[in-house]
Nanobody, 113 residues
Framework: VRLVEYGGGLVQPGGSLRLSCAAS????????MNWYRQAPEKEHELVAG????????NYADSVKGRFTISRDNAKNTMYLQMNSLKPEDTAMYYC???????WGQGTQVTVSS
C-alpha cells in the first residue's frame, strides 16, 4: 500500500486549497478512505471520510460546509477541497485507509496572513 499526499502549502485566511492523495498497491475502489489532520501538540483529528464508491461522505463539525471530500476511482485518487480556510485549519493532513490502517506521509497546510 502506498499513499502519497500533495497539494498543501501556505494560504491566506479565506483562501482555498485542494489536496490530493494518490493511492497504489491495493484495489482503491474497494476501500473507504479518510482524511485526517494533526496540528502541533494536538491529536489526530478525523476531517472527512468517503465510502468506496463515493456515495457516502462524513465530515468533522469544524469543517462542514467548507471542505468537500471526493474521489476518482479511475485515477486511484482521493481529494479534499478546502475553502474558506482559517488559521485553525493549519495542520499536517494525511490520507488513511481505515480497513488496513495505512497512512500517507502527509502534506502541510498553513493558513496565515
Amino acid at each position: 500500500v502506498r499513499l502519497v499526499e500533495y497539494g498543501g502549502g501556505l494560504v491566506q485566511p479565506g483562501g482555498s486549497l485542494r489536496l490530493s492523495c494518490a493511492a497504489s498497491g491495493f484495489t482503491f475502489s474497494s476501500y473507504d478512505m479518510n482524511w485526517y489532520r494533526q496540528a502541533p501538540e494536538k491529536e489526530h483529528e478525523l476531517v472527512a471520510g468517503i465510502s468506496n464508491t463515493g456515495s457516502y461522505t462524513n465530515y468533522a463539525d469544524s469543517v462542514k460546509g467548507r471542505f468537500t471530500i471526493s474521489r476518482d476511482n479511475a485515477k486511484n485518487t482521493m481529494y479534499l477541497q478546502m475553502n474558506s480556510l482559517k488559521p485553525e485549519d493549519t495542520a499536517m493532513y494525511y490520507c488513511h485507509v481505515p480497513r488496513s490502517g495505512s497512512w500517507g506521509q502527509g502534506t502541510q497546510v498553513t493558513v496565515s496572513s
